[in-house]
């Protein structure tokens, strides 16, 4: 197991550079400052608590650069990662876009905006009205085709293009005034302009998401984790409004780096290998952004204080998922065990080990309940879960799972790398990667294994106090604090 440190770094990206090798400049990567291309919020949710007061979660990204940008917005429910909305955001520079995912009527959710950002389509006529969230894209997949299953999920950003001061796009989305052009009679914007002007993308973008509770009188934070050099193949990844490209398989040249001492790999052609034979096989494209969000133990905290009323949820979202799951039965090709089915989702078994705030730990192997049908007693179903403990839900998900502690608070540690169920699954294999350790000059290629799966989330925990006296009368206080989660990471 590696701990990753950068004290040796810019030695160790020379001796990557040694090789001959795609630059390292051009991989990506997450940024650990929180600025990049793409941006993942782990999660949104406009469910209801157990005393039924719903959510609403309200985003925002920020544009730092001195740049107009074009941004693909897109919205996927968690249960089988299905697209339910996505639109073509436009950011003047040092713009902020901040919008709202609330409860609709129609027993779903919609997104909706006061701001004046452009989009296509046009902000004025839709999202600044709401716009109800679809389920065109998961009908029949198995998971249910309700509306509800819009509730909760997660939300994708990506940078299509850059472009300078002086073109015609830049000129109709810079805001004048507060209020950009965007449709005016002159030039109003278009996709074929968008098209026509756009230049390379290169990051400077951040976010961050509410989950605001407002009947409950709490909300938690979460910040967007950020890839950097998503795309640095010299051209704009521009695509029309309609469209569901760009997605996270569009990352190039197919690169990534994860710093440690370095690990750089090239994920192209045959340069990766079958998990069990060690024959050559095809990379998918997904694989250089999976390789970057691998990690092999997910770690955090959980506070159930009785005193306190204390809950305590995790959210675990796996962003790339859905590029290597099918619907149906039978296994996907690699990294996943199972498929997406209406008799068992799509599981995939995890270890725990639960620890008290005294070094205890339990010794008989706990479970999730309820028990997913099908699967190993502790599996993780969806896209984006969540894990609440002694049935708190306190973000109230219908995609979530129960986990029985034995302890009042303590923390928790997930193992996605270990068990006899996954020698052939939760890796991937990788024929031409690079590590550069410590402070050498030189690194050869060859055979690593990229163990665990890619994840994002954190934890939130609430808190009630009903002992506090204001002017002789009790009042009733809520609390809430989100953390995020901490990860080791085991390439071998």
Known sequence: MNSFQRKSLYAALAGVGALGVTATANAVAINPNGLGQVLIYPYYTVNADAAGNAYNSLLSVVN?????KAVKVRFLEGRNSREVLDFNLFLSKFDVWTAGIIPSSSGGALVKTGDKSCTIPESKTTLQLGVNFVNFAYVGDGGGDGLDRTKEGYVEMIEMAAYTSNNCTSIVVTHVGGVPGCQGAKHPLNDNSAQTDASSAFG?????????????GTAYTEDAVALQRFNFAGSALYFNAGSVSPTLEFSGPKTSVVYDSVYWATW?????????TGAAVACLKADAVSAVLMHNQVMNEYVLDAATKSGT??????????????????TPAKLFQKNFNKTAFSCDDVIINI????EQTVTTPQSFSPPQPGAAPTSLCYEANVLTFN???VLGSKNVQSLSTGFTNGWLDIHLSSGTNLVTYHKLVNNRTAHVSG???GATPGTFTWQGLPVIGFAVQSFTNGTLVVGGV???ANYGGNFAHRYSTLIN
């Open 64 to 68: 730092t650069t001195s740049s107009a």
């Open 204 to 216: 400077g973008l951040f976010g961050g998401m509410t989950l605001i509770n407002v009947g409950a």
């Open 268 to 276: 192209e052609g045959p340069e990766c290998l079958n998990s069990v």
């Open 313 to 330: 949820d995790w959210v675990i979202t796996f962003p790339t998922k859905r590029f290597y799951v099918a619907n149906g039965t039978g």
């Open 355 to 358: 620890f008290d705030r005294e």
């Open 391 to 393: 049935n708190t839900n």
């Open 439 to 441: 402070v050498t000059s």
């Open 474 to 476: 009790n009042v009733l």
